[in-house]
């Protein structure tokens, strides 16, 4: 009588020990699905990091706000976005890094605050202050879109530079 084994097909009589072998299968099934989990989970997400370097400030008066965002409703400003990261420098330091980010589209949003008062001084809807996007965005009447200032995160790291504008 042939039985099959956890090793394989085997031909001779089972033994007392025949009863064993479902339960040392089903072990090593349940080790192979847990070592298989395990391993799509740690490959589920790759992470990357992401260096801004902010160029052509006026003055190193104030500070730089930068916002890093993935959600073309919240840009630029940001405020509702809960996932939305931000940073605060002083503006003598002129880059900063994001680390453990997952794989896709951001877009850049940063503020000169010369007088460090949290926001863009405008007259009329004109900056006051010093702005820039990533990929250097063009702005035309107002703010760029998201779509303009996007960019893709894939990899181990990214840079973006963004040239600051001012207007007056």
């Not at 939305?84 to 794989?103: D, E, I, K, M």
């Not at 010369?114 to 063009?138: C, H, V, W």
């Amino acid at each position: 009588m042939a039985y099959i084994s956890a090793f394989g097909i085997g031909s001779a009589a089972p033994t007392s020990n025949a009863a064993i072998l479902p339960a040392r299968m089903r072990k090593r099934l349940l080790v192979v699905a847990a070592a298989t989990t395990w391993a799509m989970l740690s490959a589920a997400t790759p992470v990357t990091r992401l260096d801004v370097q902010v160029d052509n400030l006026r003055s190193s008066k104030g500070m730089i706000r930068i916002c890093l965002t993935a959600d073309p409703d919240n840009f630029p400003a940001c405020v509702d976005d809960a996932k939305a990261l931000t940073r605060t420098l002083p503006a003598s330091v002129h880059a900063t890094s994001f680390s453990g980010l997952p794989q896709r589209g951001y877009a850049l949003a940063i503020i000169h605050d010369e007088n460090s008062n949290a926001k863009l001084d405008t007259i009329a809807g004109i900056p006051r202050e010093g702005y820039g996007f990533s990929r250097n965005a063009a702005v035309r009447f107002g703010p760029p879109r998201f779509d303009a200032a996007r960019f893709m995160l894939a990899g181990d790291a990214e840079m973006q530079q963004v040239k600051m504008r001012y207007i007056f």
